[in-house]
T-cell receptor, first 119, second 116 residues
Framework: GAVVSQHPSRVICKSGTSVKIECRSLDFQATTMFWYRQFPKKSLMLMATSNEGSKATYEQGVEKDKFLINHASLTLSTLTVTSAHPEDSSFYIC???????????????FGEGSWLTVV | AQSVAQPEDQVNVAEGNPLTVKCTYSVSGNPYLFWYVQYPNRGLQFLLKYITGDNLVKGSYGFEAEFNKSQTSFHLKKPSALVSDSALYFCAVRDGDSGGYQKVTFGTGTKLQVIP
């Protein structure tokens, strides 16, 4: 199947600073990538849809200025948490949509996730 | 609008017994259906999907799922559970009739616990 790489897997930052998380599709081009936040006891919350070369589409209630998303190429999307606060501490997961036909087509593949801890 | 329901928060099964994780969906067009598995502190791994063709879909790690259009269900099954199958399972759906990309909707997840 297709591979999505997410980096860093764990990051600790001080309150008030910014942190960037990268999501890369390693063996396919992804015009569309997604960013999720996963809360304790499992639920996945879609934060935004990232489209290559255009502005991200944010879900209701997600602060655009706080969670900056950039999808500068067909294989890379980044999420920057700006002015981080302890309540932003969470598990963030990215995914990429693989288009086309075949076994890996029409499927979303996920990165391994990034644990963010804001102290 | 599309939606996915995973009615069970947790499923417990004894090792060696068959397992079923339930999923029902609602979508206006043709359903594209997916199952993902998540191990602790990891991302989601793709297990299998139904796009078209045979209603019984086989996927990774011995899992399979049956698409039932009349019951709008896509239950995940495995004939003999392993302790290592213990994880969180997510069902997802998207509208296959929409052109290009369409948002995928995930269920709330079902925790599978396989008891030795």
């Amino acid at each position: 199947g297709a591979v999505v790489s997410q980096h860093p897997s764990r990051v600790i930052c001080k309150s008030g600073t910014s942190v960037k998380i990268e999501c890369r599709s390693l063996d396919f081009q992804a015009t569309t990538m997604f960013w999720y936040r996963q809360f304790p006891k499992k639920s996945l919350m879609l934060m935004a849809t990232s489209n290559e070369g255009s502005k991200a589409t944010y879900e209701q209630g997600v602060e655009k200025d706080k969670f900056l998303i950039n999808h500068a190429s067909l294989t890379l999307s980044t999420l920057t948490v700006t002015s981080a606060h302890p309540e932003d501490s969470s598990f963030y997961i990215c995914s990429a949509y693989s288009i086309g036909q075949g076994m890996s087509g029409n499927t979303i593949y996920f990165g391994e996730g990034s644990w963010l801890t804001v102290v | 609008a599309q939606s996915v329901a995973q009615p069970e928060d947790q499923v417990n099964v004894a090792e060696g017994n068959p397992l079923t994780v339930k999923c029902t969906y609602s979508v206006s067009g043709n359903p594209y259906l997916f199952w993902y598995v998540q191990y602790p502190n990891r991302g989601l791994q793709f297990l299998l999907k139904y796009i078209t063709g045979d209603n019984l879909v086989k996927g990774s790690y011995g899992f399979e799922a049956e698409f039932n259009k009349s019951q709008t269900s896509f239950h995940l099954k495995k004939p003999s559970a392993l302790v290592s199958d213990s994880a969180l399972y997510f069902c997802a759906v998207r509208d296959g009739d929409s052109g290009g990309y369409q948002k995928v909707t995930f269920g709330t997840g079902t925790k599978l616990q396989v008891i030795p």
